[in-house]
């Protein structure tokens, strides 16, 4: 069984990450989501909409994810490619060349970002539609 395992935050699911995961899960057999923590968020100077708990329901729901695990430091990767014996690594390229340490626990795959779409996007779209 191939295993493939990439990570993020996926707040406000969009389709730029149902690309990711799509791709990501045509490279295998299985896939494993590293969804990162709110603590982690707060590293990553990120404030989700949805909780973790929130986020890892509808992670869970999508048909192309097959295990979620929580995501709480940069460093756990290579004990997570170890521990879930993971093939390939698949990040989005604006991580292209961040993850190339881990090519010597499997091999890392940057594919392009879905264009025109973000959180960030959809957060300032409603902003502009929802009173404070
Ligand atoms: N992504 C994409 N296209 C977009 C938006 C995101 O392909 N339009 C990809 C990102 O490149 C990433 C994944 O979807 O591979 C998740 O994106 P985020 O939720 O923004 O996660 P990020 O903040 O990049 O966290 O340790 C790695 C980090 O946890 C990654």
Request: hydrophobic fraction near 35%; proline fraction near 4%.
């Amino acid at each position: 069984m191939k295993k493939i395992i990439t990570y993020g935050t996926f707040d406000l699911l969009h389709y730029g990450h149902i690309n990711l995961l799509q791709r990501a899960k045509a490279m295998g057999d299985y896939l494993l989501v590293g969804l990162s923590s709110d603590e982690f968020n707060a590293l990553k100077h990120k404030q989700s909409y949805y909780s973790y708990n929130e986020r890892k329901t509808i992670l869970e729901a999508i048909k192309y994810v097959d295990e979620v695990f929580p995501e709480n430091t940069w460093e756990q990767k290579p004990d997570d490619i170890q521990k879930y014996k993971a093939d390939v690594l698949v990040m989005g390229d604006d991580w292209k060349g961040k993850f190339d340490n881990l090519k010597k626990y499997c091999q890392v795959i940057y594919v392009p970002r879905t264009p025109l779409v973000s959180t960030t996007k959809c957060k300032e779209y409603l902003r502009a539609f929802i009173p404070r």
